[in-house]
């Protein structure tokens, strides 16, 4: 899959300055992504297990709930583990590195950051999450 022929895949993008999140939200729909936006870590949360989506872009400095904690329930709970998430932040400091390497995230990118590399992260995501998906499938029950 490339930028330009982006299959169909559900991306959830989890920001909470409406800006940034537009710009997101524009970002991943140009190249040809269905795109649900949430605010904070609660809403995003609930949107994850309300529908399935083939990857999560995921701000760390959220209200309500912590990016880092938003991400560390994904990965607690079976239904969302698997989830491939992009984490973008601005605080690039020890602790985030720490974090990161606690909960996991598929891929990590420092703000402000080149639209171009963010939608290859996100391609790339989608790509494995679709794999992942099919190779399921295909598994003799």
Not at 29 to 46: K, T
Not at 65 to 78: I, K, N
Request: include cysteine; hydrophobic fraction near 45%.
């Amino acid at each position: 899959m490339t930028e330009t022929d982006a299959k169909q895949g559900k991306v959830l993008v989890v920001e909470d300055e409406a800006v940034p999140r537009r710009l997101l939200v524009l970002s991943l729909e140009r190249i040809g992504f269905e795109v649900v936006a949430c605010e904070d870590g609660p809403s995003a949360l609930e949107a994850v297990l309300a529908e399935p989506f083939d990857a999560a872009v995921l701000d760390i400095r959220l209200p309500r709930m912590h990016g880092w904690d938003v991400l560390a329930r994904l990965r607690e709970d079976p239904r969302t583990a698997d989830l491939p998430v992009l984490v973008v932040t601005a605080y690039e400091g020890a602790e985030s590195q720490r974090l990161s390497t606690v909960t996991q995230p598929d891929a990590f990118l420092a703000k402000p950051y080149d639209v171009d590399r963010l939608r290859r992260e996100v391609v790339a995501l989608v790509e494995k999450s679709q794999r992942n998906r099919a190779a399921d499938d295909g598994q003799p029950s």
